[in-house]
């Protein structure tokens, strides 16, 4: 089902000429256009006078405070929601000559709002026009407003930010930030929160070394979700459109339906890593993508969607929408020496990733260099099976290839312009595997405050996918109600011992593949029981029925005859009532009654109900030994080593003085079973 390269660029065109329409008729005021001579985004950050001509109102009238602050020199009036609601916020006298204002807003940490933004305009200067750090926010956009500031809309790693806006409405926002400031997201030094947009008409300018959306300089992308829209978003020098801000990575971006123009300068890739970063995880579902690395001033272009500028590809994963990807000096294809590549690292830079096309069309175009892959050639890259794919160079050589999986800088060409086209467009999308778990963690044993041995699971993935673990803990041997344990996301763990507990440990170990659907799934690995028992080794204690307070498993009359059988008495403090523990290497337990010096011992050394517990010299039968298994916070039951499904208990369930203690059949429902250890000074 071949197509020609003249089908893919009319689609391109017509593509572009669509979104051209659409933003010409949905936006009144149009941003100032940007010298090929300057960085996207470095816009001027001119302040008006403080509330020049019109200043913010907001309803309701309670939840926020007003106050003026001076940065730079420069006075702002600073508009702070403090409490969690419902806020609508528009500029006054906004229909008539008031055109901006210089006033700023800030959601304090920890609110969540819901806030309309109605035909707001802010150029707030030297500080963030809209300040949301630590906040929660699902804005929606009404009319016509711009955020300008050192960060247009500040949204730093630690926050979530929600865009709403109504489908082909004409509402519209525009954010601009300004040197090391994001459009949308970090500032100097800080990556990108939570950022998600179910539908808006938007474009987004970072200032010089700052994404479009994304980081600031020295900033990641954050975690970006696109899943409609018409946007436009340019990064400033260095700065990737989306993704990391100078020398920051790109995050993660999923994107599923709209129209997305992304533009990175200078190094920064157009989605993916800034100039010097790496380019993250990038998800494409479905919509219209160009995502395109221009260099004016060096040279040394970042991928069209992968790395910046010496830059690595990271994950690439292309699974529907029509994508296309340049990379180019001079915005031409005629610029100094190489230039960066279409789908995969940036100039220089190693891929050390994946990239995988699964469905789609997808046009890749490299400067004088590599259309899909890395420069340097390491990491894979994979095309589907099946489905047509066309490499040109120079548009003189034409070749058709076989699909699969290749060498990172498969198509390149050093002295020419590079392109690959791929129609996948009706290939079904594979469904992700679920790992292997081939080696399981096992059970244990340890004492508080014994180091224990790391929990181990070995798994695979039989799709090629990226391998992720997180352990849990559960009371009962069940996924349900299982609780994740704070980092522990590698796939060893090594329990606690700090306390007495019983536990059951799983790992539930996460496939990733994005070029497949539904892109992740999961497995738990088999529990595995880990007991800390308490550290009674050459302790001495008092044994006590948890359900008869005062009375204690007493030798009667402080006899020191072998073959006397134990019984229940009232607390005294005789060294009748007391044991002395030793723990083999096997973690049994012997009890020696201290008055005594003879040891408990099921009698006739058989596990049979009711078998009276007496004492008797040392020796190697196993009717000596038992096991301190926890119960619930300071109460155990002794477990017999003849059989674990017999206990030490009481004759009929009696709590009464003079008891006999005997070997019962184990019964959870049973409070005669079990007994509180008090450990005595010695």
Not at 196 to 209: C, D, Q, S, V
Not at 347 to 371: L, Q
Not at 547 to 572: C, F, H, T, Y
Request: net charge positive.
């Amino acid at each position: 089902m071949a197509k020609s390269k003249r089908q893919f660029i009319i689609l391109f065109l017509a593509l572009a000429v669509a979104l051209t329409v659409f933003v010409g008729l949905s936006q009144t005021v149009q941003a100032a256009p940007i010298n090929q001579a300057q960085s996207a985004g470095a816009q001027s950050l001119a302040v008006q006078p403080l509330a020049a001509k019109g200043d913010l109102q907001i309803s309701p009238d309670t939840g926020w405070s007003k106050k003026t602050e001076t940065v730079k020199s420069v006075q702002y009036n600073v508009f702070t929601i403090t409490k969690n609601g419902t806020y609508t916020i528009t500029l006054k006298n906004s229909g008539s000559s008031a055109s901006s204002t210089s006033s700023r807003i800030v959601v304090k940490p920890g609110v969540t709002a819901n806030i309309t933004l109605s035909n707001v305009r802010i150029n707030s200067g030297y500080a963030a026009a809209f300040d949301m750090s630590g906040a929660t926010v699902d804005m929606t956009i009404k009319g016509h407003n711009e955020l300008t500031g050192i960060v247009g809309l500040h949204v730093p790693a630690g926050s979530k930010l929600t865009i709403n806006s109504s489908i082909m409405s004409g509402d519209n926002l525009t954010a601009r930030g300004g040197e090391n400031g994001a459009g949308i997201g970090g500032g100097l030094n800080e990556s990108a929160g939570n950022i998600t947009i179910n539908f808006a008409n938007l474009e987004a300018y970072g200032g010089k070394y700052a994404a479009g959306i994304g980081g600031g300089k020295g900033g990641s992308g954050g975690t970006i979700s696109i899943n409609d829209g018409y946007i436009t978003t340019k990064g400033g020098f260095n700065g990737a459109g989306i993704g990391g801000g100078s020398k920051g990575k790109g995050g993660t971006l999923t994107f599923k339906n709209g129209f997305l123009f992304a533009w990175g300068y200078d190094g920064g890739a157009g989605v993916g890593g800034g100039a010097g970063g790496n380019g993250g995880l990038v998800c494409i579902t479905g919509g219209n993508l160009k995502a395109v690395s221009i260099c004016y001033d060096s040279g040394a272009c970042g991928a069209g969607l992968g790395g910046g500028s010496r830059g690595d590809t990271g994950v690439v994963a292309i699974k529907g929408g029509t994508v296309i990807s340049s990379s180019s000096s001079s915005g031409y294809g005629t610029g100094p020496t190489g230039a960066g590549i279409g789908v995969g690292s940036g100039r220089t830079g190693d891929s050390k990733g994946v990239i995988t096309i699964s469905s789609g069309w997808v046009w890749a175009m490299g400067d004088k260099s590599v259309a899909l892959g890395s420069q340097n050639g390491s990491g894979t890259l994979t095309l589907p099976s099946g489905y047509w794919w066309q490499s040109y160079i120079d548009s003189s050589n034409s070749n058709t290839a076989k699909s699969g999986t290749y060498p990172g800088k498969a198509f390149k060409n050093s002295t020419k312009y590079t392109d690959v086209m791929i129609d996948a467009s009706t290939a079904p999308i594979p469904a992700t595997v679920a790992p292997s778990v081939t080696k399981q963690a096992k059970n244990a044993v340890y004492y508080q405050k014994q180091a224990a041995a790391p929990l181990m699971v070995t798994a695979t993935s039989l799709d090629g996918g990226v391998l992720s673990y997180q352990w849990y803990s559960n009371s009962t041997n069940s996924t349900s109600g299982a609780k994740a344990i704070s980092g522990a996301t590698k796939s060893s763990y090594t329990p606690e011992t700090k306390t007495v507990s019983n536990a059951y440990y799983f790992c539930k170990v996460t496939n990733k593949n994005l070029a497949s659907d539904p892109g992740t799934k999961a497995v738990y690995s088999k529990s595995a029981y880990i007991r800390v028992a308490p550290d009674l080794n050459k302790k001495v204690v008092a044994i006590a029925p948890s359900s008869a307070a005062g009375m204690r498993v007493d030798i009667p009359g402080l006899s020191l005859a072998k073959g006397k059988q134990a019984s229940l008495w009232s607390e005294n403090g005789g060294s009748n009532q007391h044991y002395y523990l030793t723990r083999d290497v096997n973690g049994w337990y012997r009890l020696k009654n201290v008055n005594s010096n003879l040891y408990l011992t099921v009698k006739g050394g058989a596990a049979i109900n009711g078998a009276a517990i007496v004492q008797s010299p040392l020796s190697s039968s196993k009717a000596q030994l038992f096991k301190i298994d926890r119960v619930s916070a300071g109460k155990y039951r002794l477990v017999s080593a003849l059989d674990a499904s017999y206990v030490i208990g009481l004759k009929g369930g009696k709590t009464t003085l003079g008891s006999l203690v005997v070997l019962s059949k184990l019964s959870n429902a049973s409070k005669t079973q079990v007994f509180a250890l008090a450990v005595l000074k010695q």
